[in-house]
């Protein structure tokens, strides 16, 4: 598939929305600032390279594209140059992209302002398109800004330049082990790259089979998640990207892009939400659009869209998860009138499982799992969505005040639970649980990559030794000729491995996923598995709630700390980590000793310190305490509770 013309474009027209307007639909959020926003004149060369100077042997030609028809070239042969002059029309940070090429090395890809090189990118031999960023590029209103491609011994070709506002939010992370410094590094730069500047004018409904779109809109705050040939973002991955953008400070840009969905979950769609919206954030993407009755949808993703609600809302306190009625009712819809909807061939009794049609992906279907076949009702990625919908409910009805239906979730949540290991995945483990039924109700056992995957991953399977066979399953399927085909499921591993408290097997993960980021996705015209933007905003939030098992509550001005260092990782860092208004930084000395720092300027976190085991002494800055012990998930914990005000630090420890 050919990358889509994503980039800042100079045309203003805007494109008429592929459904009406209504009341529901989620407009982005309004700027404030009237000044025109730093754009780039002609990000893909479609119009001749409007705005560069081209020095001998470069120039726009055709042939060798990442999308569209035409592309900046710079011949073999050193010295060799083009550039493109800007002047900032506000104040900024700014992270610059671009799709490159080069046959061999010597290249480069360089920024400067006011004549000065602020980050310069020397080109690997690549002979296919990657995407290389100059980050955190500070600009102030007026100051001259120079992009500029410089040839080695071999030919450079570049296209799809782009702008992203630099991340709100940094933290850092430090580290005995150097390869998850660099790992972490690597991760928060690419993936800020992918988020949109708003107010950029670009293309909607691009895709592999219309390169340029078929016109234009002005683009909200949103970030890539999925193909970076389409002009949009898709549930799926978006879920498993929010707590990474969080990290990011990319919170606006969560919240709307949950609200786009929130809004498109309308009784027309029998409350599925669609599967992918253009960067305006109101536009659905037509290549997975069609009309209210065919359109592309999977089960799961209603319910984790509910689940990151939550999440977003722990992460960050924000009242508009909990008060704006377009999200609190697709909520609402989601977990009662939705279920309702889907949920006719097979008999769970008291519970409700939602169910897909089996007629494929155009009609619902029951898993992410698309290559499974067409013919499940139930799977188990979505029985176990649901499960964590449930429990995100209670979380956001706490946090709207309602406690009487908070707990009516917390019941739904555990009988469904109840049910699926009672009855719904039978009584084997390994390749025999019951991973989905099929329309007809026959149960369906062995390997089924994400329905396998999520169960254990959103705990729904009782800890234990059945729960502990089917990880070892899982592990054994994914490291043999039918694991995972893409980058993308994999990224689920490390998650599923730290929420069942499997260090060392999530690590390893990471790892494999880090150290594959420059072989070919399997999307020829993707990139390297490293820009598909899933794997960095993922090896952000798995280093940051994985290894450091830090879990928020900012409303209630809570964090909750755990040790997942795995064997050989002496200590953990990571500063800055956004809670609610203010940041934490947290230290793991192995699995015995956490340090917090409270970095805010006014008010206090209850911290609860956990380390796995039932020790006999625990001190708080070196004060015995009480050792209390509780169990969560199956696995005693001993713990302190001490509070650590703004600008302070404590010390939990924990022996014997």
Same mark, same amino acid.
């Given at each position: 598939?050919?990358?889509?013309?994503?980039?800042?474009?100079?045309?203003?027209?805007?494109?008429?929305?592929?459904?009406?307007?209504?009341?529901?639909?989620?407009?982005?959020?309004?700027?404030?600032?009237?000044?025109? #926003?730093?754009?780039?004149?002609?990000?893909?060369?479609?119009?001749?390279?409007?705005?560069?100077?081209?020095?001998?042997?470069?120039?726009?030609?055709?042939?060798?594209?990442?999308?569209?028809?035409?592309?900046?070239?710079?011949?073999?042969?050193?010295?060799?140059?083009?550039?493109?002059?800007?002047?900032?029309?506000?104040?900024?940070?700014?992270?610059?992209?671009?799709?490159?090429?080069?046959?061999?090395?010597?290249?480069?890809?360089?920024?400067?302002?006011?004549?000065?090189?602020?980050?310069?990118?020397?080109?690997?031999?690549?002979?296919?398109?990657?995407?290389?960023?100059?980050?955190r590029v500070e600009l102030k209103a007026g100051d001259r800004l120079e992009i500029a491609f410089g040839s080695g011994s071999s030919w450079v070709n570049a296209d799809d330049l782009m702008?992203? +506002?630099?991340?709100?939010?940094? +933290?850092?992370?430090?580290?005995?082990?150097?390869?998850?410094?660099?790992?972490?590094?690597?991760?928060?730069?690419?993936?800020?790259?992918?988020?949109?500047?708003?107010?950029?004018?670009?293309?909607?409904?691009?895709?592999?089979?219309?390169?340029?779109?078929?016109?234009?809109?002005?683009?909200?705050?949103?970030?890539?998640?999925?193909?970076?040939?389409?002009?949009?973002?898709?549930?799926?991955?978006?879920?498993?990207?929010?707590?990474?953008?969080?990290?990011?400070?990319?919170?606006?840009?969560?919240?709307?892009?949950?609200?786009?969905?929130?809004?498109?979950?309308?009784?027309?769609?029998?409350?599925?939400?669609?599967?992918?919206?253009?960067?305006?954030?109101?536009?659905?993407?037509?290549?997975?659009?069609?009309?209210?009755?065919?359109?592309?949808?999977?089960?799961?993703?209603?319910?984790?869209?509910?689940?990151?609600?939550?999440?977003?809302?722990?992460?960050?306190?924000?009242?508009?998860?909990?008060?704006? +009625?377009? /999200?609190?009712?697709?909520?609402?819809?989601?977990?009662?009138?939705?279920?309702? /909807?889907?949920?006719?061939?097979?008999?769970?009794?008291?519970?409700?499982?939602?169910?897909?049609t089996g007629q494929g992906i155009f009609a619902g279907a029951a898993s992410y799992n698309e290559q499974d076949g067409d013919d499940l009702a139930e799977a188990g990625d979505t029985i176990?969505?649901?499960?964590?919908?449930?429990?995100?409910?209670?979380?956001?009805?706490?946090?709207?005040?309602?406690?009487?239906?908070?707990?009516?979730?917390?019941?739904?949540?555990?009988?469904?639970?109840?049910?699926?290991?009672?009855?719904?995945?039978?009584?084997?483990?390994?390749?025999?649980?019951?991973?989905?039924?099929?329309?007809?109700?026959?149960?369906?056992? *062995?390997?089924?990559?994400?329905?396998?995957?999520?169960?254990?991953?959103?705990?729904?399977?009782? +800890?234990?030794?059945?729960?502990?066979?089917? /990880?070892?399953?899982?592990?054994? #399927?994914?490291?043999?000729?039918? *694991?995972?085909?893409?980058?993308?499921?994999?990224?689920?591993?490390?998650?599923?491995?730290?929420?069942?408290?499997?260090?060392?097997?999530?690590?390893?993960?990471?790892?494999?996923?880090?150290?594959?980021?420059?072989?070919?996705?399997?999307?020829?015209?993707?990139?390297p598995d490293g820009d598909y933007p899933e794997v960095s905003f993922t090896l952000v939030s798995q280093t940051v709630e994985g290894l450091m098992g830090i879990a928020p509550d900012a409303?209630?001005?809570?964090?909750?700390?755990?040790?997942?260092?795995?064997?050989?990782?002496?200590?953990?860092?990571?500063?800055?980590?956004?809670?609610?208004? *203010?940041?934490?930084?947290?230290?793991?000395?192995?699995?015995?000793?956490?340090?917090?720092?409270?970095?805010?300027?006014?008010?206090?976190?209850?911290?609860?310190?956990?380390?796995?085991?039932?020790?006999?002494?625990?001190?708080?800055?070196?004060?015995?305490?009480?050792?209390?012990?509780?169990?969560?998930? *199956?696995?005693?914990?001993?713990?302190?509770?001490?509070?650590?005000?703004?600008?302070?630090?404590?010390?939990?420890?924990?022996?014997?």
């Open positions: 598939m050919k990358p889509s013309r994503l980039m800042l474009l100079t045309a203003v027209a805007l494109l008429t929305p592929l459904v009406p307007a209504t009341s529901a639909t989620a407009a982005p959020r309004a700027t404030t600032d009237s000044r025109p #926003q730093l754009a780039l004149p002609d990000p893909g060369f479609e119009n001749g390279g409007t705005g560069w100077t081209f020095g001998p042997g470069t120039g726009v030609g055709a042939g060798n594209v990442h999308s569209g028809s035409r592309f900046l070239y710079l011949d073999a042969g050193t010295g060799r140059s083009a550039r493109l002059d800007l002047v900032a029309p506000r104040d900024g940070s700014y992270d610059f992209s671009a799709w490159v090429a080069s046959a061999g090395t010597g290249g480069t890809y360089t920024v400067r302002r006011n004549g000065e090189t602020v980050g310069t990118v020397e080109l690997p031999q690549r002979a296919t398109y990657a995407r290389y960023t100059v980050s702008i992203s +506002p630099a991340a709100p939010a940094d +933290p850092r992370v430090t580290s005995s082990d150097p390869e998850v410094v660099e790992m972490f590094d690597w991760a928060k730069r690419k993936a800020n790259s992918w988020v949109q500047l708003p107010g950029t004018v670009g293309p909607v409904n691009a895709d592999e089979y219309h390169t340029s779109g078929t016109g234009t809109a002005t683009y909200g705050p949103t970030y890539w998640a999925g193909y970076a040939n389409r002009s949009a973002y898709y549930s799926r991955d978006m879920a498993h990207q929010l707590d990474g953008a969080h990290l990011l400070g990319l919170d606006t840009e969560n919240e709307t892009m949950l609200r786009s969905y929130a809004a498109s979950a309308t009784a027309e769609h029998k409350y599925f939400p669609v599967w992918s919206l253009n960067f305006d954030a109101r536009t659905y993407l037509s290549i997975d659009y069609k009309n209210p009755d065919d359109f592309v949808r999977e089960v799961p993703a209603v319910f984790e869209l509910v689940e990151k609600a939550a999440q977003a809302y722990l992460w960050t306190g924000d009242r508009r998860y909990v008060d704006d +009625p377009v /999200l609190w009712n697709f909520y609402r819809h989601a977990t009662e009138q939705f279920i309702d /909807l889907h949920n006719s061939a097979k008999d769970n009794g008291k519970v409700k499982v939602a169910e897909g176990a969505s649901e499960y964590q919908a449930y429990l995100a409910m209670a979380v956001l009805a706490r946090g709207k005040g309602d406690t009487k239906l908070a707990k009516t979730y917390d019941r739904k949540a555990a009988d469904l639970k109840a049910y699926f290991n009672d009855e719904w995945s039978g009584i084997g483990s390994g390749a025999g649980m019951v991973r989905a039924y099929t329309v007809s109700g026959t149960p369906v056992t *062995g390997w089924g990559k994400e329905n396998s995957v999520f169960m254990p991953m959103k705990q729904i399977i009782d +800890p234990g030794p059945r729960n502990d066979a089917y /990880l070892d399953y899982i592990q054994a #399927q994914e490291l043999g000729p039918e *694991g995972s085909p893409n980058i993308e499921s994999t990224t689920y591993l490390p998650d599923m491995f730290f929420r069942n408290n499997r260090a060392d097997t999530a690590w390893w993960w990471m790892k494999k996923i880090y150290g594959e980021r420059d072989v070919q996705h399997v999307n020829s015209s993707q990139g409303a209630a001005h809570q964090v909750t700390t755990q040790s997942r260092l795995p064997s050989g990782m002496k200590w953990l860092q990571v500063a800055d980590v956004p809670v609610g208004t *203010g940041t934490v930084t947290v230290r793991h000395d192995g699995t015995t000793k956490t340090t917090l720092t409270n970095n805010s300027r006014h008010g206090a976190y209850r911290w609860e310190a956990r380390f796995p085991g039932a020790h006999k002494r625990i001190t708080v800055d070196g004060v015995p305490q009480r050792a209390r012990t509780r169990a969560v998930n *199956g696995v005693t914990y001993t713990y302190a509770t001490p509070k650590v005000r703004a600008g302070a630090t404590a010390v939990v420890q924990v022996s014997g």
